[in-house]
């Protein structure tokens, strides 16, 4: 049996405490917050648990043997750093930290302590995210020549954390893990601020990977539709995955191929215009058994704890996320209130 603490219980700290809740091998021993309406939420929907409104009890109690960190992105890498000083496994929402340095300095803190340390990249975890990696690898797409997503949402705002910050590492994540985890050669963004001053509502994000694959990331929270669909562009098929959809992935046989003309060469090598074969074939929709990607991911970083695994989402792959957003935009400090 894991004991565990959780410091924060806000918009998406329920989430993960019904989650490690619900695992058979985990038992949430505390729950931290300020708050003391979050506290009593804790106190009337999961009795067992105890909560409390510092963690210095939690980092002092041997019990515990990790912690889930749901605060704000600002507080993630001072909160995981005391929970991995005290000897404890950690597992934190996303993104890992605001930095790459602070992420580097967590890897090293872990790795001298033999802890587990594990980002809450969710979409990891979502069996449709997973059957695209599949296909990629498989090679049923062909050649990647490019990915673009859309986040969008008409709400909720933030003030400690922009749109990019917010919502862009659902999408970095997923293109990474797709891809293998490449650095790209270049980032950029465009963003713009309309309801609060420095703190951009919708984010433009453009990435070149090696191999001339590119990706467009828009995110907003100012846009009419709630949006969450990526589309994968190969030189053989290409696949549209739209998470708010009934058939999330649909794969388009469909495409362009340079066409030899007949000729003294025979080849592709004439000074003539180019000519083109244009593929349309069937659409698929396949269908994708459906298990809650939070649940999946929980068990993960359970089993890692337990068993001694390396995490899928752990620091190479939340470092790479923070890289870019970090070369985005660095991320700018506000004031946060304590756990």
């Known amino acids: 049996m894991l004991?565990?603490?959780?410091?924060?219980c806000g918009y998406w700290g329920p989430n993960l405490l019904r989650n490690f809740s619900a695992l058979q091998n985990c038992a949430v021993k505390y729950?931290?917050?300020?708050?003391?309406?979050?506290?009593?939420?804790?106190?009337?929907?999961?009795?067992?648990?105890?909560?409390?409104?510092?963690?210095?009890r939690v980092l002092k109690d041997p019990e515990v043997k990790a912690v889930v960190v749901a605060t704000p992105a600002g507080t993630h890498f001072a909160l995981a750093r005391q929970a991995l000083d005290a000897g404890k496994h950690v597992f934190v929402e996303k993104p890992l930290a605001t930095k790459a340095s602070e992420v580097d300095e967590l890897s090293q803190y872990a790795a001298q302590r033999n802890l587990v340390i594990m980002a809450g990249h969710t979409f990891i975890y979502?069996?449709?995210?997973?059957?695209?990696?599949?296909?990629?690898?498989?090679?049923?797409?062909?050649?990647?020549?490019?990915?673009?997503?859309?986040?969008?949402?008409?709400?909720?705002?933030?003030?400690?954390?922009?749109?990019?910050?917010?919502?862009?590492?659902?999408?970095?994540?997923?293109?990474?893990?797709?891809?293998?985890n490449p650095e790209p050669v270049s980032v950029s963004r465009q963003g713009m601020a309309y309801m609060q001053d420095g703190i951009d509502d919708v984010v433009f994000l453009n990435l070149q990977y090696p191999g001339k694959i590119i990706a467009n990331i828009h995110v907003s929270w100012l846009d009419p539709q709630k949006v969450r669909k990526?589309?994968?562009?190969?030189?053989?098929?290409?696949?549209?995955?739209?998470?708010?959809?009934?058939?999330?992935?649909?794969?388009?046989?469909?495409?362009?191929?340079?066409?030899?003309?007949?000729?003294?060469?025979?080849?592709?090598?004439?000074?003539q215009p180019l000519h083109f074969n244009y593929r349309s074939g069937d659409v698929l929709l396949p269908q994708i058994k459906f298990t809650e990607p939070l649940r999946v991911e929980a068990e993960h970083f359970a089993d890692c704890v337990l068993n001694g695994g390396v995490p899928l989402t752990g620091v190479t792959h939340a470092r790479a996320v923070v890289s870019i957003l970090e070369r985005a935009r660095p991320f700018r400090e506000r004031e946060h209130p304590a756990v």
């Open 3 to 8: 004991s565990l603490a959780q410091f924060g």
């Open 31 to 56: 729950v931290v917050d300020q708050s003391e309406e979050r506290r009593a939420f804790v106190k009337r929907n999961f009795p067992r648990t105890i909560a409390l409104e510092s963690c210095d």
């Open 126 to 180: 979502n069996p449709a995210v997973r059957y695209v990696k599949q296909l990629i690898d498989a090679g049923e797409l062909g050649e990647i020549r490019y990915i673009y997503s859309q986040r969008l949402n008409l709400g909720r705002i933030r003030a400690d954390i922009d749109a990019l910050w917010n919502f862009a590492p659902h999408d970095i994540s997923i293109i990474q893990y797709w891809l293998g």
């Open 230 to 271: 990526m589309i994968v562009v190969g030189s053989r098929k290409m696949i549209v995955y739209d998470d708010i959809a009934e058939n999330k992935i649909a794969i388009y046989d469909k495409g362009i191929d340079r066409r030899a003309i007949l000729g003294e060469n025979m080849d592709f090598d004439s000074p």
